[in-house]
């Protein structure tokens, strides 16, 4: 059973930076490629970046230049570095596992983080 404990999000101004990070259990975590989605209010769950096991990496096009993913497999975490953040990037961030590649979606969630971009 793997488990994922999201961590960062909070109230931040427009054209400030969060970092989200997501705590995993297991010991398979290694091998897993790990994805952040976001999910605003009315829409529906997006991908926002993905990143393999050996680092490489899928972003979205409208996080790109602005959202970093990263992880570090000796701590079992995966992070999401934001910036230049928007309105537009208020969402319920949330960390996904088990992906069968850098477009799809693992069966494995957490139980997501608020990030509201707001003056």
């Known amino acids: 059973q793997v488990q994922l404990v999201e961590s960062g999000g909070g109230l931040v101004q427009p054209g400030g930076s969060l970092r989200l990070s997501c705590a995993a259990s297991g010991s398979i975590f290694s091998i897993y490629v790990m994805g952040w989605y976001r999910q605003a209010p009315g829409k529906q769950r997006e991908l926002v970046a993905a990143i393999t096991s050996s680092g490489s990496t899928n972003y979205a096009d409208s996080m790109k230049g602005r959202f970093t993913i990263s992880r570090d497999n000796a701590k079992n975490t995966v992070y999401l570095r934001m910036t230049s953040l928007k309105p537009e990037d208020t969402a319920v961030y949330y960390c996904?596992?088990?992906?069968?590649?850098?477009w799809g979606r693992g069966p494995h969630w957490g139980q997501g983080t608020q990030v509201t971009v707001s003056s």
């Open positions: 996904n596992a088990g992906a069968p590649n850098l």
